[in-house]
């Protein structure tokens, strides 16, 4: 349980590390940018808008707090640190793109060797920058430290050399380091053997270089593995793992990212093995992106665990902890009571079971609970699906995010039916429908999965839609346009693996926008255009995911508040909201601008309200709030009528009103920001 609560923190402060910042004054130091984002000691975010800067590929974009704690940038490029600076936070370096770090010579507690940031009496190596493109690297002897994160995700290093007089090292430091290790003889602290970092003595796996290809014995005398010694190991193959483990315990999530290894050979004295669930790996990929593991092995002696077929069970066969995803078919043992794995996307061709199991049924190749109400693994070499007539439940094949709108960031994980080219549903079946292949509810109100491998190019959502999850059209790389229903009020869309997508449509009557690409900020998906409603209340978009090149249309005066970071926070106009997060606006017209001097009195058994038009209009609508939800009440197609009389049953425990003009532009009806009248 340590463990796995140690990497859900770790995970989540690496995420919030740049946004939740307590206790102190907060100053952003951005010099190239008319933004300025303050954040609060609660984290909450200011009216201010914000904007990450590079100028001239220096980062700009940094906050200190005023115990001069560098706790926070963003950018990529060159590093400079300030006289000023007295500390770093220990999360700030996590999964950053610096080229370089340069220290001011007035700094007293901070200096920097070709690039290098170290302290200032050069006992700590605080960062080797990610983007350094040297392919070795030597620790100097003077150095005792390695601090967090110091190595993180550098891919260019290929040798480090370690100096004698090392003594602590971070469980971080060398995350996503993909070099081998050679540790001076003479060191007290630590030893390498073959380009592997160990403890003295190697009794603690302190890293296994990411790229070293094939099989890895542990040694007999490790009796501890560092929480990233083998993460992202993409060139090992083969694992055994000794008898003298520390409590003889293994976590699964040791082995994240090992896409390359084939078999894992467990030892006879294992007494439990932890399974953290992978909630932050970008590429979830059949549990912990294993994605080629095909067999799992473990002695008839452990009085724990057993294998049947590769995979792992309880001794007595009733629980199923985990299965290879890169097996080719997968057939369960007979005793399973309990499935406990996470398996997401896989290599089988099919699955089965005895019939002779009480609890699940495999039927045409898909396993189900025994009345075959819900889907339990389904075979991901598949193409073609019907859903049977008794399918209750279909979550192991839809696709599920995990969304950090604080951070701005969506992390993806694939499931299950990643090949499909047309869904179908067996007659009979009273909560799912299909049509041209695409999966709906039964009324076709909702939209469940778009097939990921469905050739067609364009796909207009049928107007009986009024809901899309948010992860539909994951990986659907064919689609170039998408035309999405009017009926659809609000839309949180990911086009994650979209790699064709050059168009979205969003209609008027959507009042929702909430868009997002690609969740590796390497590779943003290359939309050209994107045609925003003038409906339009409510926008966001992750910063990174979508390309720089796309063109976003709308209409100015457009848009009321951004759903976004930590709050909803006002904005101008969607266009302005667009510009500051760095994309091209195209105004297709102007909306008329919001009312103003909105009065109200009560009668008996009405209410008149007023206002004061804003700008040319060609009529308003009247909406109350009512459940967190806006309802029209009332529209006025008249621009000259500035009043209207409302009875009270319509607003039986309404507090609040809101009024918005409407113009037409091009016969299309396009929408001010609303003005909010509270009763």
């Not at 929702?512 to 690609?518: D, F, R």
Request: net charge positive.
């Amino acid at each position: 349980m340590y463990k796995k609560a140690l990497s859900y923190m770790l995970a989540l402060t690496c995420i919030y590390s740049s946004y939740n910042y307590q206790n102190n004054k907060i100053y952003n130091i951005n010099n190239n940018s008319h933004v300025n984002n303050i954040l609060t000691q609660h984290g909450a975010i200011s009216n201010k808008p914000m904007k990450s800067a590079v100028n001239d590929n220096v980062i700009t974009d940094i906050s200190i707090s005023d115990h001069g704690e560098l706790f926070s940038l963003n950018g990529s490029g060159k590093l400079i640190i300030g006289k000023n600076v007295k500390s770093i936070s220990s999360y700030v370096f996590c999964d950053r793109n610096i080229t370089s770090i340069e220290v001011s010579k007035d700094n007293k507690y901070f200096k920097t060797v070709d690039g290098v940031l170290y302290n200032k009496k050069m006992t700590k190596l605080i960062y080797y920058p990610s983007l350094k493109k040297e392919d070795t690297f030597t620790i100097s002897d003077k150095i005792k430290n390695i601090e967090e994160y110091a190595f993180n995700n550098n891919k260019f290093l290929k040798n480090i050399s370690i100096g004698k007089n090392i003594k602590n090292i971070s469980w971080t430091s060398f995350d996503g380091c993909k070099a081998n290790f050679n540790v001076d003889k003479n060191s007290q602290y630590l030893e390498s053997s073959n380009g592997i970092l160990y403890t003295k003595g190697k009794e603690t796996l302190i890293k296994y270089p990411a790229l070293k290809e094939g099989a890895y014995i542990i040694p007999d005398s490790v009796k501890k593995i560092q929480y990233y010694a083998l993460d992202n190991c993409t060139g090992l193959t083969e694992l055994t793992l000794n008898e003298n483990m520390e409590d003889n315990i293994f976590n699964m999530v040791y082995l994240n990212g090992c896409t390359s290894l084939e078999r894992l050979h467990l030892p006879a004295n294992l007494k439990h093995i932890e399974f953290d669930y992978a909630d932050f790996d970008k590429d979830y990929y059949g549990g912990y992106n294993l994605r080629s593991l095909k067999e799992i092995t473990i002695s008839d002696e452990n009085t724990e665990y057993a294998t049947y077929n590769g995979a792992l069970y309880s001794k007595n066969y009733e629980q199923l902890y985990f299965i290879p995803a890169g097996m080719d078919k997968l057939v369960i043992h007979e005793n399973v009571q309990k499935i406990n794995t996470f398996l997401c996307q896989n290599k089988f061709t099919e699955v089965k079971i005895p019939e002779t199991n009480k609890n699940f049924v495999s039927y045409k190749g898909v396993l189900y609970d025994k009345d075959m109400s819900e889907i339990i693994i389904f075979p991901s070499i598949m193409t073609e699906y019907e859903l049977p007539a008794s399918v209750e439940s279909i979550s192991r094949i839809m696709n599920d995010f995990s969304n950090y709108p604080e951070a701005g960031i969506i992390y993806k994980y694939t499931q299950m039916a990643g090949n499909v080219t047309s869904f179908t549903v067996e007659k009979g079946n009273k909560l799912f429908s299909a049509q041209d292949g695409v999966l709906y509810n039964k009324e076709k109100t909702l939209l469940y999965i778009y097939p990921a491998q469905k050739e067609d190019k364009k796909f207009t959502i049928p107007k009986s839609v009024k809901s899309i999850p948010a992860e539909a059209f994951v990986d659907a790389h064919n689609l170039e346009e998408i035309n999405f229903s009017n009926n659809i009020k609000r839309v949180y869309t990911v086009f994650e693996g979209c790699t064709s997508l050059k168009k979205v449509i969003f209609n008027e009557g959507t009042e929702t926008v909430c868009v997002y690409g690609s969740t590796c900020k390497d590779t943003p998906l290359d939309i050209e255009e994107i045609y925003l409603p003038g409906t339009l209340s409510v926008i966001d978009t992750n910063n990174y995911g979508i390309s720089k090149n796309v063109i976003f249309y709308g209409y100015k005066n457009t848009g009321d508040e951004q759903f976004a970071t930590c709050s909803n926070m006002p904005i101008n106009s969607a266009a302005e909201f667009i510009k500051q997060c760095g994309y091209k606006f195209k105004s297709l017209g102007t909306a008329p601008k919001a009312v103003s001097n909105t009065k109200y009195s009560k009668g008996k058994n009405t209410i008149k309200i007023s206002w004061k038009t804003g700008s040319k209009s060609d009529g308003y609508v009247i909406y109350k709030e009512y459940n967190a939800d806006l309802i029209a009440i009332k529209k006025i197609n008249n621009s000259s009528k500035h009043s209207c009389t409302i009875k009270n049953n319509k607003l039986k425990g309404v507090k609040k009103l809101y009024i918005r003009p409407y113009k037409k532009i091009n016969n299309i009806k396009v929408y001010g920001r609303r003005t909010k009248l509270t009763i």
